[in-house]
């Protein structure tokens, strides 16, 4: 019943996102115990343009999570919308982080 996005590693597949620059250690601390035990750190490469590709990490779904998730699609627009205000409410970690 949680209103979140998973990335799953597939060969040859892409997603649109939001890069981050510059990333301090302590942000670092911060988000990954925010993603706990469901999600890992992981490289990428991602492609800014067809011209210009930049490495980057980001969170993937453990495996073992994998069953968690429904196969909606995620929609961020749609998350502003209706699910964010929801996740704050229900979501009583940000006290801990």
Do not use: C
Not at 10 to 35: H, P
Not at 37 to 64: C, H, M, P, R, W
Not at 65 to 88: A, R, S
């Amino acid at each position: 019943g949680e209103l979140y996005p998973a990335l799953i590693q597939e060969k040859n597949s892409s997603v649109y996102g939001i890069v981050y620059y510059d990333i301090t250690d302590i942000a670092w601390e911060r988000l990954e115990r925010f993603e706990g035990k469901l999600y890992q750190k992981q490289g990428v490469e991602i492609y800014i343009d067809t011209s210009k590709s930049l490495s980057a990490v980001t969170f993937v779904i453990n495996d073992d999570y994998v069953y968690f998730l429904t196969n909606n699609i995620w929609n961020f627009n749609e998350f502003l919308k209706t699910g964010k205000k929801q996740f704050q409410i229900r979501y009583k970690g940000f006290r801990i982080l």
